[in-house]
């Protein structure tokens, strides 16, 4: 049974930094995609940041546009991937999914097999 179990969230205020974790077991997954999507309330969930496998131990790193330069994921093995989010904002508040083998091009995005429980990340002004 593949599950995704994520850490990191909470309360913080804008300009601060939060990291949030995933880990996943139930297998290896070294060819699949994993990352992070968000929803906030009353908005569809999109995808924040991915990791898609190029080789070995290799993996391409691809950002929404609203979160280039102050997010940075990372795939720090086959079964864990990091999203560390600076400079945090009010609008960056959601509850935070851990995703894995998806398929995404150009922030759109089908597909997810697994679903982390979800994180929540709140930014007070």
């Known amino acids: 049974q593949v599950q995704l179990v994520e850490s990191g969230g909470g309360l913080v205020q804008a300009g601060d930094s939060l990291r949030l974790s995933c880990a996943a077991s139930?297998?290896?997954?070294?060819?699949?995609?994993m990352g992070w999507f968000r929803q906030a309330p009353g908005k569809e969930r999109e995808l924040v940041a991915s990791?898609?496998?190029?080789?070995?131990?290799?993996?391409?790193a691809d950002y929404a546009d609203t979160v280039k330069g102050r997010f940075t994921i990372s795939r720090d093995n086959s079964n864990t991937v990091s999203l560390q989010m600076n400079s945090l904002k009010p609008d960056d508040t959601a509850v935070y999914y851990c995703?894995?083998?998806?398929?995404?091009?150009?922030?759109?995005?089908?597909?997810?097999?697994?679903w982390g429980k979800g994180t929540l990340v709140t930014v007070s002004s």
């Open positions: 139930g297998g290896t997954f070294s060819r699949d995609a």
């Open positions: 990791t898609k496998w190029m080789w070995v131990n290799n993996y391409y």
């Open positions: 995703a894995l083998g998806f398929t995404a091009s150009n922030g759109r995005w089908s597909g997810v097999r697994y």
